[in-house]
């Protein structure tokens, strides 16, 4: 089994950053096998996509709605996958989720088809 440990959340001002991190483990676990993603979950609202990173070729792909403002990088040696979050706005409030899927997948991640979940992290954005 593989293992994602979310951490690096907590509260923020409007306009602040945060970075988020998620650490993968486990003894089947090798990182060019996977593609790795952040989804987020607002209260009352459905699971988003965030972010995805290939770990093989350092390829990436965000939601149209958060280009410029997050980015998604990796940590070989720590296994660690990054989310880093700027300008943050009350709406980016959520719990923020680690995810991987077994393979390369390039482009958009669809929560369904993931293999692997961390518990989350909270980030509260207040005005």
């Known amino acids: 089994q593989v293992q994602l440990v979310e951490s690096g959340g907590g509260l923020v001002q409007a306009g602040g950053s945060l970075r988020l991190s998620c650490a993968a483990s486990?003894?089947?676990?090798?990182?060019?096998?996977?593609?790795m993603g952040w989804f987020r979950q607002a209260p009352g609202k459905e699971r988003e996509f965030v972010a995805a990173?290939?770990?093989?070729?350092?390829?990436?792909a965000y939601t149209n709605s958060l280009k410029g403002r997050f980015t998604i990088s990796r940590d070989n040696a720590k296994t660690t996958v990054y989310l880093q979050m700027n300008s943050l706005k009350p709406e980016d409030t959520a719990v923020y989720y680690c995810?991987?899927?077994?393979?390369?997948?390039?482009?958009?991640?669809?929560?369904?088809?993931?293999?692997?979940w961390g518990k989350g992290t909270l980030v509260t954005v207040s005005s």
């Open positions: 990173f290939v770990w093989s070729d350092g390829s990436t």
């Open positions: 486990g003894r089947t676990f090798v990182a060019s096998h996977y593609t």
């Open positions: 995810a991987a899927i077994i393979g390369n997948v390039f482009g958009i991640l669809h929560d369904y088809l993931m293999n692997y």
